[in-house]
């Protein structure tokens, strides 16, 4: 493999707590140092980092490649080019695929196709229990022996405690990471909006946060019982970040992400009829928004996802309640992290480490940091280019944003998969008129 330098540009590492100007050396597909020149370096290739941020790969904790089985809605050949420009490095992809992630056949089919799509990185999450429909448990430990990263339930809510229990029991006894979407089915109802203004004025099917809190409480109480590493996954709520706050104080060993579009959106935010804002967990309140940027800033929340879910244009077309739910997000993440940076929600070495160390340490990877032996997994962006979502910038097959045609500010300019190159933007791209989000 050819030797990179990546230099003078300002390295920001969160693990190694480093904030410093300067180059990052790369060989072999690993970190060989950084801030320090080794002796006898020659680099093949040169990366001119000045004015730019060099940090680790980001590291997405949700996604849906909508392979194997919808090809129609997104590929991981167009999934991973927008990833890698987004500065992912690696993925955990939700088992709700079709077939459902549940046999190690699957698993290792979904190698296959990343291996295919010269992505190596997807990591696939295991289901819960057969075909998602929480009445018999997965052979969790031979899809952890083919690949999987972790156990959970997508966006399917668990109806029987007693197998969440046997589930959380099994995990625990072969030191399993259960990934948990809270979500009580019941309370849910088929809804598609917060209990709130919006579903209100608009005669819309309704999901209350108590669906989404009292889905936390139990599932703690089970962590409590079983001992099981739990992960609580896109939480949406006030009531659910003050829980997961309570059971670290007390020692669970539980930990917690958010997706990126939940720390800018809230209900009030909708346009009418506007499917791009049909998601689950629905947007809730201000309050709740402001609740969750606190919990990233202060711990309780530990990293920040994509909940990338690209959708074909059918998907999102018809009446509200009848589209299809999630936001295609990988290519908004960073802009959308840099935009809470200037909002003073977070600080960058936090939004930094909320993409890198955090999920890092939740999945027990060596990755997430630049340090020396680590796969050479590397971001490089300029916080300041701005550039407009549409069709000229767009790589996901997925349209389905709420930030089409605005102009955000922030884009990577090189990502870095294991030392080689996968994304390099080209020069002159991406200077658009601009101030950014909107506040």
């Known amino acids: 493999m050819s030797r990179i330098q990546i230099s003078q540009g300002r390295i920001i590492d969160p693990a190694n707590k480093i904030d410093h100007v300067g180059s990052v050396y790369i060989a072999d597909g690993k970190i060989v140092s950084v801030l320090s020149e080794p002796d006898g370096f020659r680099p093949d290739r040169t990366i001119d980092a000045s004015d730019r941020i060099i940090c680790p790969g980001f590291i997405d904790l949700s996604t849906r490649l909508r392979e194997p089985g919808q090809s129609r809605k997104a590929t991981f050949a167009s999934e991973t080019r927008a990833a890698a420009s987004a500065g992912i490095t690696a993925m955990c992809l939700q088992p709700d695929t079709v077939p459902v992630i549940d046999t190690p056949a699957v698993a290792e089919l979904v190698k296959d196709i990343a291996e295919k799509a010269g992505y190596a990185q ?206 295609s997000t990988l ?45 050479a997994d590397v971001c490089v962006f300029d916080p300041e280019l701005t550039w407009q979502v549409n069709q000229d910038n767009w790589q996901s097959q997925g349209v389905n944003t709420p930030f089409w045609g605005q102009t955000l500010k922030g884009r990577v300019t090189h990502t870095l998969q294991g030392g080689r190159i996968i994304h390099e933007l080209e020069q002159g791209a991406g200077h658009v008129p601009g101030h950014g989000l909107r506040a």
């Open 122 to 327: 997807i990591y696939p999450i295991a289901a819960l229990s057969q075909k998602l429909e929480g009445t018999e448990l997965s052979n969790m430990l031979s899809l952890m022996q083919a690949g999987c990263i972790a156990v959970g339930n997508a966006n399917q809510p668990v109806r029987n405690l007693l197998i969440l229990r046997r589930a959380m029991e099994y995990a625990a006894s072969h030191d399993l990471l259960l990934m948990f979407r809270p979500n009580d089915y019941w309370l849910g109802n088929n809804g598609c909006a917060h209990e709130g203004v919006f579903a209100t004025r608009y005669g819309l099917p309704s999901i209350p946060e108590a669906a989404e809190t009292i889905a936390v409480a139990q599932c703690l109480e089970l962590a409590e019982l079983t001992g099981c590493r739990v992960h609580f996954g896109q939480l949406s709520g006030k009531r659910s970040v003050i829980r997961i706050h309570q059971a670290k104080k007390y020692g669970l060993d539980v930990s917690a992400d958010v997706a990126m579009h939940q720390l800018h959106l809230t209900e009030n935010d909708i346009a009418p009829f506007d499917s791009a804002y049909h998601v689950l967990p629905p947007l809730r309140t201000e309050e709740d928004k402001e609740y969750l940027r606190q919990g990233l800033a202060g711990g309780t929340i530990n990293s920040i996802c994509s909940d990338h879910q690209p959708h074909d244009i059918d998907a999102k077309l018809g009446a509200f309640p009848e589209t299809e739910p999630g936001m």
């Open 331 to 375: 290519e908004t993440l960073l802009p959308l992290m840099l935009s809470l940076v200037a909002q003073r929600a977070i600080t960058l070495t936090q939004g930094i480490a909320a993409l890198t160390e955090k999920p890092a340490q939740i999945l027990r990877l060596r990755s997430g940091a630049l340090t020396p032996g680590f796969s």
